[in-house]
């Protein structure tokens, strides 16, 4: 390899991000439009590194890769019941595990550390492994931060607060701090911050 060459964990990374350019649905961002999924992997690894700054490469790694190419299953496949919701979450837990394993064995990463990797995306350990743990916290605060005020207004107000108190509750108590800072619009906040009152957080 030439010194100028990227590393592993570069190019696997170059490698989501370029798979993720690749979808059609475009998400404002702190004033920046952006691919909808390149911007979430991006905000969840900033997520990751600020709850741990020495988090694991396959932490990094399952961050940046949590939605990859996410718009290949549509919501619309299935059934708009609770077990058609529940369905899809696991097809999209799949797809991205799928996507993952196969990004990350291209530029040469061992079985070992993808299926590792891979672990991590379908939060297997999750109260018992606190990496898990911190993946589900920078996914709670990249929603909160990306489609928590689109969420509220177009679903009725009790609905929005039991999804906002479910998503709390699966935080821990550094993420829930890091939930008061969010830049939210005003209506949006202030739900957040009761919720986390009621929370006790």
Request: proline residues 7%; charged residues 30%; contains cysteine.
């Amino acid at each position: 390899m030439s010194p100028d060459a990227p590393t592993r964990y570069e190019a696997a990374i170059a490698a989501i991000d370029a798979a993720n350019a690749a979808d059609p649905n475009t998400l404002m961002v702190r004033g920046e439009s952006q691919p909808k999924e390149l911007a979430h992997a991006r905000l969840a690894s900033e997520w990751v590194e600020r709850l741990d700054p020495d988090a694991s490469e396959a932490l990094r790694l399952a961050a940046r890769a949590h939605h990859v190419r996410r718009w290949e299953i549509p919501r619309s496949e299935f059934p708009k019941t609770r077990p058609g919701y529940l369905r899809w979450r696991r097809a999209l837990q799949d797809l991205h595990a799928r996507h993952a394993e196969a990004l990350l064995s291209e530029v040469g990463y061992e079985p070992e550390r993808i299926e590792r990797v891979v672990d991590i995306i379908h939060k297997r350990g999750l109260g018992r492994d606190a990496e898990v743990q911190t993946f589900e916290d920078a996914l709670c605060l990249t929603f909160m931060e990306t489609q928590l005020a689109a969420f509220a207004e177009e679903h009725p107000s009790e609905k929005a607060t039991s999804v906002l108190a479910k998503t709390v509750r699966k935080m821990s108590p550094e993420a829930r701090a890091l939930a008061r800072t969010l830049p939210l619009p005003d209506a949006p906040r202030a739900a957040l911050h009761q919720v986390l009152d009621d929370a006790g957080a």
